[in-house]
């Protein structure tokens, strides 16, 4: 009967560990829809600065930024978030002023997140790409950020994040490189870098590495 009880144990122990790495992928979800009236764009109000300038301003405070600026192929809206540091794209063609692109990406990595989105010439999506990746990336950017954090120590601030893999034993084995920096306390004090490799299923340091 201990025996039974023991085995028992070890295994809700077992189920508990693995649920902590175990992810809830609605931690990582953000609106990455856009309302109907942003399916168009009416320039006219800033037109005079957008050909002046080539952007302008519409709004921007401690925790938001939104611009207009003019590309080759059309004009663009992005939307920057910076408490998330996640910045919402949206083209529209130079002639129609009608959508016809809509992505998100993370700024302190420079990588796509969410859905990326197609239109057609009536505002329609016509193509989705998913830029999650849970398959390979199935813990979430931020628990990782979060993590290495309390291992990079108060010493060091966090400064960016980028997915990478790695081929090991013929398979690829995906990864997030996170980086850090140390807070200056003098004037001429030399910053240091640590870096860290975490594994993108386990969420286990594979690297961790301290550079002047």
């Known amino acids: ?9 070890l295994f809700f122990f077992a189920c508990s560990s693995n649920k902590q ?26 037109k005079n600065e957008l ?3 080539g952007y302008s301003t519409l709004l921007e405070n ?15 809206k992005y939307i920057i978030n910076k408490i998330s540091n996640i910045e919402k794209h949206i083209l529209y063609d130079k002639k129609t002023l009608r959508i016809i692109h809509l992505y998100s990406f993370y ?5 796509n997140i969410g859905n990326e989105y197609i239109y057609n010439d009536q505002g329609q999506v016509i193509k989705t790409i998913d830029h999650n990746q849970y398959s390979k990336y199935p813990i979430c950017y931020k628990e990782i950020i979060q993590s290495t954090i309390k291992k990079a120590g108060s010493k060091f601030y966090f400064q960016a994040l980028q997915r990478d ?3 090991k034993n013929n398979e690829r084995e995906y990864s997030w490189k996170v980086y850090f920096a140390s807070h200056r306390t003098k004037k001429f004090e030399i ?17 961790e590495e301290i550079v002047n």
Request: hydrophobic share 35%; with cysteine; net charge neutral.
């Open 165 to 167: 893999s790695l081929i």
């Open 191 to 207: 910053i240091k870098h640590k870096f860290f490799r975490i594994d993108a299923k386990t969420g286990k340091t594979i690297t």
């Open 107 to 111: 700024n302190k990595g420079n990588f």
């Open 62 to 76: 401690d925790s938001i930024e939104i611009t207009v600026d003019t590309k080759s192929d059309g004009w663009r």
């Open 21 to 46: 790495l175990q992810y809830d992928t609605s931690n990582c979800d953000f609106n990455d829809k856009i309302l109907d009236i942003d399916k168009t764009i009416n320039i006219e109000p800033y």
């Open 51 to 53: 050909y002046k300038e």
């Open 1 to 9: 009967m201990k025996t039974y009880i023991f085995i028992l144990a």
